[in-house]
């Protein structure tokens, strides 16, 4: 399969790296990690998504890419989403979303609907607003970022199905390369924004994908979700906590690839 990775000159004024497989032909796909996180959390998901073209960048303040002082709004992240989708000569794309990667999709297609044919939401918000928890935390890092305080990280969302150690490892490596900067400023991005189906419109065919034993959303809240966006489609994993992704990339695979393909 056709893979590389390309350095992206944005018009937000960054470079962000990404990854590129599949053959030009097929229909694109943006993948949109989580915060904390890089493109190479899709690492298991991708062998199951052979079908399309898909774009995984590093976003703004992690992985790889640029990590500047500012830009870290919701806004902000949704532009730079779009931003990606001019660089590689993309009018419209479905875009799937991981997490807070989701809420950013959200965003992206609620302010740039014609952007976003198609929409998957795995472990996404309705809302961000308030305060989590482990914000105390984030407020008192400090450059260079403790490798243990980010494995430590780890169990703030309850696994439930086994995830291979290597990944476990990349995903820490993530955390360790960004800055203590990113890290807040993302997160207050996210927090103070307005819920993107409350400040505007998604009407993107949606597939939300919710792991039922997720301690940090309700599923109260992905039920508002799919009423909030016409025709959207709920398929809850029973035996999954929040990082769904992580935890059933395969069926997570199967599922966004069959309802993306039955969109056209």
Same mark, same amino acid.
């Given at each position: 399969?056709?893979?590389?990775?390309?350095?992206?000159?944005?018009?937000?004024?960054?470079?962000?790296?990404?990854?590129?497989?599949?053959?030009?032909?097929?229909?694109?796909?943006?993948?949109?990690?989580?915060?904390?996180?890089?493109?190479?959390?899709?690492?298991?998901?991708?062998?199951?998504?052979?079908?399309?073209?898909?774009?995984?960048?590093?976003?703004?303040?992690?992985?790889?890419?640029?990590?500047?002082?500012?830009?870290?709004?919701?806004?902000e992240q949704a532009?730079?989403?779009?931003?990606?989708?001019?660089?590689?000569?993309? /009018?419209?794309?479905? !875009?799937? #979303? $991981?997490? %807070?990667?989701?809420?950013?999709? *959200?965003?992206?297609? +609620?302010?740039?609907?014609?952007?976003?044919?198609?929409?998957?939401?795995?472990?996404?918000?309705?809302?961000?607003?308030?305060?989590?928890?482990?914000?105390?935390?984030?407020?008192?890092?400090?450059?260079?970022? /403790?490798?243990?305080? !980010?494995? #430590? $990280?780890? %169990?703030?969302?309850?696994?439930? *199905?086994?995830?291979? +150690?290597?990944?476990?490892?990349?995903?820490?490596?993530?955390?360790?390369?960004?800055?203590?900067?990113?890290?807040?400023?993302?997160?207050?991005?996210?927090?103070?924004?307005?819920?993107?189906?409350?400040?505007?419109?998604v009407r993107a065919?949606?597939?939300?994908?919710?792991?039922?034993?997720?301690?940090?959303?309700?599923?109260?809240?992905?039920?508002?979700?799919?009423?909030?966006?016409?025709?959207?489609?709920?398929?809850?994993?029973?035996?999954?906590?929040?990082?769904?992704?992580?935890?059933?990339?395969?069926?997570?695979?199967?599922?966004?690839?069959?309802?993306?393909?039955?969109?056209?």
């Amino acid at each position: 399969m056709e893979s590389q990775v390309r350095n992206l000159s944005l018009r937000t004024g960054i470079t962000v790296p990404c990854l590129i497989q599949g053959g030009a032909e097929a229909k694109p796909l943006l993948l949109l990690h989580a915060w904390g996180e890089s493109r190479r959390c899709f690492d298991r998901l991708l062998p199951g998504l052979a079908g399309f073209r898909t774009y995984a960048p590093d976003l703004r303040g992690q992985g790889e890419a640029d990590k500047p002082e500012d830009g870290y709004s919701l806004a902000e992240q949704a532009e730079d989403a779009a931003a990606i989708l001019d660089a590689v000569g993309v /009018d419209a794309a479905f !875009v799937l #979303g $991981s997490s %807070s990667g989701g809420y950013v999709g *959200q965003q992206l297609a +609620a302010a740039h609907p014609g952007r976003v044919a198609g929409l998957v939401l795995v472990g996404s918000p309705l809302s961000l607003q308030g305060r989590p928890a482990f914000a105390d935390e984030v407020d008192q890092l400090t450059d260079p970022i /403790d490798e243990d305080w !980010v494995r #430590g $990280s780890l %169990s703030w969302f309850t696994m439930h *199905q086994p995830v291979p +150690a290597w990944y476990l490892e990349d995903r820490v490596r993530d955390g360790v390369r960004m800055p203590a900067h990113a890290w807040k400023k993302i997160l207050a991005g996210l927090t103070s924004a307005a819920p993107p189906t409350e400040a505007g419109a998604v009407r993107a065919p949606t597939l939300i994908i919710y792991g039922g034993r997720d301690d940090l959303l309700p599923l109260q809240d992905q039920e508002v979700l799919a009423a909030r966006i016409p025709g959207a489609v709920l398929k809850v994993y029973p035996d999954a906590g929040h990082l769904v992704l992580w935890e059933h990339p395969d069926r997570v695979a199967a599922d966004a690839t069959a309802f993306l393909r039955a969109l056209g």
